[in-house]
Nanobody
Framework: VQLQASGGVLVRPGGSLRLSCAAS????????MGWYRRGPGKQRDLVAV???????NYADSVKGRFTISRDNAKNTVYLQMNVLIPEDTAVYYC?????????????WGQGTLVTVSS
């Protein structure tokens, strides 16, 4: 499974940005899709995840500012980021999870850099 993310740029504090990530090459149904990020000097953390049925979960730090959505027909996940703050600066990675019986397979995009700075 290949994941291609796009949308990372330099944005000013208070601004908005939309990331997208398209998955291709999967012979199986993609279950969860999500976004993670790694800030400078930090570990990679969950930002938001969405199930195939549309249930979502967010990190506390982004609740009310970020919205995750997906298009199952296109195997694409989106992250709408509003009211960006410098602490949102990070490399953002998209994730696709396939569950097959008792096995779980995680696939990752290459990462896209989001810089929030004035």
């Amino acid at each position: 499974v290949q994941l291609q993310a796009s949308g990372g740029v330099l944005v000013r504090p208070g601004g908005s940005l939309r990331l997208s990530c398209a998955a291709s090459g999967s012979a199986f149904t993609i279950n969860d899709m999500g976004w993670y990020r790694r800030g400078p000097g930090k570990q990679r953390d969950l930002v938001a995840v969405i199930t195939r049925g549309g249930s979502t979960n967010y990190a506390d730090s982004v609740k009310g500012r970020f919205t995750i959505s997906r298009d199952n027909a296109k195997n694409t996940v989106y992250l709408q980021m509003n009211v960006l703050i410098p602490e949102d600066t990070a490399v953002y990675y998209c994730n696709a999870r396939i569950k097959y019986f008792t096995s779980v397979f995680d696939y990752w995009g290459q990462g896209t850099l989001v810089t929030v700075s004035s």
